[in-house]
T-cell receptor
């Protein structure tokens, strides 16, 4: 079975711009979560999508938004980028009804300058 | 919600030394507990997990026992290798209505020298 793939692997954006990060779930998984990991910190939960709807959100402003598609892939969109948005963004997929079997992708390293 | 406190690092060991990384948790009920590992430049990999009290998770020579009496889930390895150098995170479900949200510790950097 394929794992979780994220694209792009690295990205540099300018403050105020918008960015879209993409995630393909592991085969058979129907739930996607996104995490932000600042340098030297543990991952922080942004939100989760299940059946194409947001199903839980962490302490992040509305300029962080997402989508989940019928094939369970997902996008994370960030508007009006700020310098503090520079981080590793991790996507994790799971099959909700089987408990917490999360599989993480390798992440997208976003640098805002 | 649930929370986790993880031993601060960094931890520096010589090859074949014994490793312990402490993790304690605060939780409602008895949630599953996890250890994740992050190698340089990579995402998170599940190292091991325990789903109920007194369970022992193990993988690649690493072990951790779910101890409800001390609310701990310490990670141990009897003989570390250079290839074990990475960041280790203790985690558990956030609990409450936050389905699917994992709460992570701050991470412990492990460096193993030959």
């Amino acid at each position: 079975e394929t794992g979780v793939t994220q694209s792009p692997t690295h990205l540099i954006k300018t403050r105020g711009q918008q960015v879209t990060l993409r995630c393909s779930s592991q085969s058979g998984h129907n739930t996607v979560s996104w995490y932000q990991q600042a340098l030297g910190q543990g991952p922080q939960f942004i939100f989760q999508y299940y059946r194409e709807e947001e199903n839980g959100r962490g302490n992040f402003p509305p300029r962080f938004s997402g989508l989940q598609f019928p094939n369970y892939s997902s996008e994370l969109n960030v508007n009006a980028l700020e310098l503090d948005d520079s981080a590793l963004y991790l996507c994790a997929s799971s099959f909700r009804d089987r408990g917490y079997g999360y599989t993480f992708g390798s992440g997208t390293r976003l640098t805002v300058v | 919600g649930n929370s986790v406190t993880q031993m601060e690092g960094p931890v520096t060991l010589s090859e074949e030394a014994f490793l312990t990384i402490n993790c304690t948790y605060t939780a409602t009920g008895y949630p599953s507990l996890f250890w994740y590992v992050q190698y340089p430049g990579e995402g998170l990999q599940l190292l091991l997990k325990a789903t109920k009290a007194d369970d022992k998770g193990s993988n690649k020579g690493f072990e951790a026992t779910y101890r409800k009496e001390t609310t701990s889930f310490h990670l141990e390895k009897g003989s570390v290798q250079v290839s074990d150098s990475a960041v280790y995170f203790c985690a558990l479900p956030a609990g409450g209505t936050s389905y699917g949200k994992l709460t992570f510790g701050q991470g412990t950097i492990l460096t193993v020298h030959p």
